[in-house]
């Protein structure tokens, strides 16, 4: 047989189309930023000993951790390839998934221990006054104030992400976003703690912050699964790990329309917000075979954006695991376990 034929795109890897897109995502990671180190410096100025509050002020300092990954990752994973990472730096986006990733979990795991034990010793936290132009105030009203401005931005923000985050497939955008949510499901969840505490009711600022981490460690167990089965190359998913990302279905109906190949089966891995692999065909002749492999690697990575780098490769039979257009598993040896 003859040597297979490769392609990559040329190129940074987002279309013009979308451009803007991650231009937008850029500045909302900057703003993202600036405004949680304005809410860590208020929430610690209105703490006091509330374990709801606690919850509050741990999540946002550790919030800053995906926006700050997906701007790293982004200054590294678009520099060019070179004898050194001859594959580019693509995986960077991979990695800074995961800590944004066991950000959420670790986030989530700590603030339940943390507050059953608090719970469990039966820990009633005080809320003072405060005297104010000859008046008291209550303590809870300030910190009611800080956690409504903590919440609000971040529903505004998440929401904007989720929907840049399907757009760009950027699965570190997405894990921020999910992040928002929890900051701002969590001062919803202290403002009702310390509401609680008002009225009498100690345990409800424990039993809030319970509640909220039961949800953000379920987020943050499910993205590090998915992060970690993306280093490990499995099939793509989509940026919400929900599925299989369709693109793998997509090549495989297109290996069936060309005559001159009598079976293919597909292996593609992420690598950040795009996809490489390859193709695996068995020619039915080998006319011309250089010049149609070329082709058919152009005809590939026209068909989605993400395809970043496609290599094509002509076998005597498909003997390694592929994903194959009828479904079926070909092949003798395997490691792993073939993608369906």
Known sequence: MNDGGGRRAQGFELPERLRPVHRKALRLEWLTIAYLISAVVLLALTLGQSQAMKAAWIEDMLSLLPPTAFLIANAISSRAPGSKFPWG??????????FAALALLVMGTYIFFDSALTLVMA??????VLPLFGHEIWLGWLMIGALFYSAVPAVFLGRAKLKLADQLHDKVLYADAKMNKADWMTATAAIVGVLGI??????????????ISLDIA???WKNTRAAVHD???????RHDAREFHPIVDRINVELTKFDWI?????RLREEGHVFTGEVLVVPATED????????LADHLLSLEWKLYDIVVVPVEDLAIPTSRA??????TASRAPASR
């Open 218 to 220: 379920h987020d943050g």
């Open 198 to 211: 008002g009225v009498g009711l100690w345990w409800a600022d424990a039993v809030a912050a319970i509640f």
């Open 326 to 331: 009828d479904g079926a598993r070909e092949g």
């Open 288 to 295: 011309d075979l250089v010049e149609r492999l070329a082709r």
């Open 123 to 128: 820990e009633r936290p005080p809320i003072g």
């Open 262 to 266: 009598e079976r293919g089966g597909v």
């Open 231 to 237: 280093l490990m190359d499995a099939r793509p998913r």
């Open 89 to 98: 730096y693509h995986r960077a986006v991979s990695i800074a998934y995961v």
